[in-house]
């Protein structure tokens, strides 16, 4: 993958790592299913229909059978206790061959993690395993119709009832709820403390009776996401995560996974390779488009910018590898990521001219209506994980340390 | 894999850091803005006993036989604080086309000398019609026996007021394509030779126009071979690139850090400016540019130690992105400023202006960006 680079700064990775990296591009080429766009919900996990869902879970099943499922988990849980290194290799391999993404993925990169370090042994136990295999698919329930970026202003209440909390509220923007069995739940479970401190992070048999969940329809037309209603919802008081009223510091321990999941750069530099080859074969007034002197203008600043955060993902990798300290680089790496794909696709309908507006139903769609629907998705991505501006409050606070705000 | 600096590369830079803060001021700097020279030879000699005259000079011709990383480690400290010093025109530009260009008895005799920072050197390269492709370069190198007699102007030539020697492209057969193109190292008084300033709004760096009335040259003036200079001119032109997006990097961090620093202090409405979500984000949006450059920087710097294709579409990358985020940056930054940052008296458009004329020195970020879609093969 990496360009032959002389000695000085070390961008090669070790013969083992490599050794990976062909192996899992073996498998790849050998286990991929043929037709695997049918099965890959993209990267909003948007599944439809119960065939598409079954085969999505047993394309995580697979994956996980040959040990390429939560390479990042210690190995007494499952995992591999993979370095950052081979999980980089992972997410390369997995978007270099348009591998179907995985439907277990919340449970995988959100959940997985919390649990390791925040849940019970008997959590662990319980669940873990079969968010491994998909058997148990998860969705978030962190968002709220009235707590959006403000996410511990969150009103949703559990109130204790015996051995049981009672749950009455109402969740928003809920990926994957409708063919969720679980929800990982933020939750208030004390309504005078200060907002941070009176939330409780939960786990709900998605059910149990009392769950409404209404799908919400996004731009793109499809409906990935979801409204979930908790009317008088009993959980069991063992399914709390960590302390109760202690749930935000639960929550935040894989915040930054959820900026990593939106921030992958070898799916922008996947959207501008397409892109490249969109301009090449496009003819616009007698001519290829991309000899247009202000189209190669265009592509060149969006190129030189996607092969800028590759190399910031070096860095990033870099530091986490040798042990330096972090700096805002996931913060910087979402809002900078997110804003460029969507200019990516936002260019691509612009080369498209009429025919840019024409969704994959239509005979005379490019690239089978791909455009069109990643220049909404990827608008989503701007907003969700944190806006851009939540981004840049981060870092202008955390980082250039101007004071903090409301 | 280390995608880093190695320590030796941190202890230059912050050795660097803490020299020039101490030796090139932004009193300093205001100072020679006025004078008619704006050179500091006091400031210059400094810089030479610290080696960095020689940073890029292989060893064996007595310098410290460092990498473009390196170089871009140190450039990134000059730009912060606009060090007034012939560092890029001599010690990167002129030593590195003399590196690249030289006959091995020129670089024996050329190099140490530059190296030690007995002499300066400056490159002359771009004519009226500032064009970086080979049809820019007309000036006429006629041949008259066993000399060049060469008639015609340069522009845009960097610190020619107190080089020491020029290192001029000229042609010396007829054409305006790549062959043909030759290189001639002549002294700054040579007869028939004339130096009148550019007046710029960057009086950090002065430029000049260098006009030829009948020079005469000896052939063993003649830096490399007759008529084969142009892949080396485009070789140095990846080098500039990568010091001047160093510079660019260096000098945006600074023009950053002065805004916070003032939107923490600077209060309005009875609260820092520092806590609207306005001046916030601009400063976080600069940051945001900046701090991914950094890596751009640094992949650049490290392929100009291979000469080939990937090099260039780096350096011109480099070049493109980092001279636009300098520019932008130091425009939120005197905004930021208020009032004050559009004053004379404030330091703030020092850098506001160097960041425009790095911009379009050595290219503009069009050009190269032309250069990148060309070298992408598209």
């Known amino acids: ?406 | 894999m280390d995608f880093a600096l190695n320590g030796d590369q941190e202890l230059l830079a912050q050795s660097a850091r803490a020299f020039l803060k101490a030796e090139a001021s932004p009193s300093l700097v205001r100072r020679l803005w006025d004078d008619p020279v704006g050179h500091c030879s006091d400031l210059n000699a400094k810089i030479s006993e610290q080696g960095w005259a020689g940073l890029l000079v292989p060893e064996a011709h007595g310098g410290l036989g460092l990498g473009m990383l390196d170089a871009a480690v140190l450039l990134t400290e000059l730009g912060r604080c606009l060090a007034p010093s012939p560092f890029l025109s001599s010690s990167v530009l002129a030593t590195s086309l003399l590196s690249f260009a030289g006959s091995a008895s020129q670089k024996r005799s050329w190099l140490p000398r530059l190296a030690s920072g007995e002499i300066l050197a400056t490159v002359a390269w771009l004519e009226e019609s500032d064009r970086l492709d080979p049809t820019g370069t007309v000036l006429r190198a006629r041949r008259a026996r066993d000399r060049f007699r060469l008639s015609g102007s340069k522009l845009f030539v960097l610190d020619a007021h107190i080089a020491d020697v020029y290192l001029v492209a000229a042609r010396t057969a007829a054409g305006l394509g790549p062959d043909g193109v030759s290189l001639f190292a002549i002294p700054r008084g040579a007869p028939g030779l004339s130096l009148t300033p550019l007046e710029g709004f960057d009086r950090t760096r002065r430029l000049f126009e260098i006009k030829f009335d009948d020079v005469v040259v000896e052939r063993d003036q003649r830096i490399g071979r007759e008529g084969a200079a142009w892949k080396h001119l485009q070789r140095m032109l990846d080098v500039a690139c990568v010091a001047i997006a160093a510079e660019c990097q260096g000098g945006a961090e600074h023009a950053l850090e002065m805004a916070v620093d003032y939107a923490k202090a600077r209060e309005q409405f009875g609260q820092t400016i520092g806590s609207f979500q306005a001046v916030k984000h601009m400063a976080a949006e600069c940051f945001a540019e900046i701090e991914p450059s950094r890596a751009l920087l640094w992949y650049a710097a490290q392929a100009q130690e291979t000469s080939n294709k990937e090099a260039s579409r780096a350096a011109s990358m480099a070049k493109a992105r980092l001279g636009e985020v300098y520019a932008r940056t130091t425009n939120k930054a005197v905004q930021i400023h208020g009032g004050i940052g559009f004053t004379w008296e404030h330091d703030m458009h020092f850098w506001f202006k160097r960041a425009k004329a790095n911009e379009a020195l050595f290219g503009s970020p069009a050009f190269h960006r032309e250069r990148v879609a060309a070298l992408s093969g598209w």
């Open chain 1, 1 to 406: 993958m990496l360009p032959a680079i002389p000695a000085g700064v070390d961008l090669a990775f070790s013969k083992e790592d490599e050794k990976f990296r062909r192996s899992l591009r073996t498998w790849l080429r050998k286990h991929l299913p043929k037709r695997h766009d049918e099965i890959d919900g993209g990267e909003d996990l948007n599944f439809e229909g119960p065939a598409q869902i079954a085969a999505a879970k047993k394309w995580q099943r697979t994956m996980h059978d040959a040990g390429y499922v939560a390479i990042d988990w210690p190995k007494e849980h499952g995992g591999k206790a993979a370095s950052a290194v081979r999980q980089t290799i992972l997410a390369e391999e997995i978007v270099t061959h348009r591998a179907p993404g995985l439907i277990g993925q919340l449970g995988l990169h959100m959940l997985g993690p919390t649990l390791i370090r925040c849940g019970t042994a008997a959590q662990r136990k319980r669940f873990l395993p079969k968010i491994l295999t998909a058997e148990e698919i998860w969705c978030q329930g962190y968002s709220e119709p009235g707590s959006g970026s403000d996410l511990a202003s969150l009103r949703t209440k559990a109130e204790s009832d015996g051995d049981d909390f009672v749950v009455n509220g109402q969740k928003i923007w809920t990926t994957t709820a409708h063919f969720a069995d679980w929800m990982f739940c933020l939750v208030r479970t004390h309504a005078d403390a200060p907002k941070h401190k009176g939330i409780s992070y939960i786990l709900i048999d998605m059910k149990t009776p009392g769950i409404e969940v209404r799908p919400l329809v996004q731009m793109t037309g499809q409906s990935g996401f979801n409204e979930v209603f908790f009317t008088d919802v009993r959980v069991p008081r063992s399914n709390l995560v960590g302390e109760l009223h202690g749930g935000w510091a639960v929550a935040n321990t894989t915040l930054a996974h959820e900026r990593n999941m939106l921030a992958n750069p070898m799916r922008t530099q996947q959207l501008m390779a397409d892109l490249v080859r969109l301009a090449a074969r496009r003819n616009d007034n007698g001519g290829k488009v991309s000899r247009d002197a202000l189209v190669r203008q265009r592509l060149a600043d969006l190129q030189i910018r996607v092969d800028m955060m590759k190399y910031h993902s070096w860095k990033q990798l870099s530091d986490e590898i040798h042990g330096r300290p972090a700096s805002v680089g996931g913060a910087i790496s979402k809002l900078v990521t997110t804003e460029l794909n969507h200019e990516i696709c936002a260019t691509a309908l612009d080369l498209l001219g009429d025919y840019g507006p024409l969704v994959g139903r239509s005979p005379h769609a490019e690239d089978r209506g791909l455009w069109p629907r990643d220049w909404m998705f990827t608008l989503g991505m701007v907003i969700g994980g944190g806006t851009s501006q939540i981004q840049k409050n981060i870092i202008a606070e955390r980082v250039l340390g101007l004071p903090r705000g409301a």
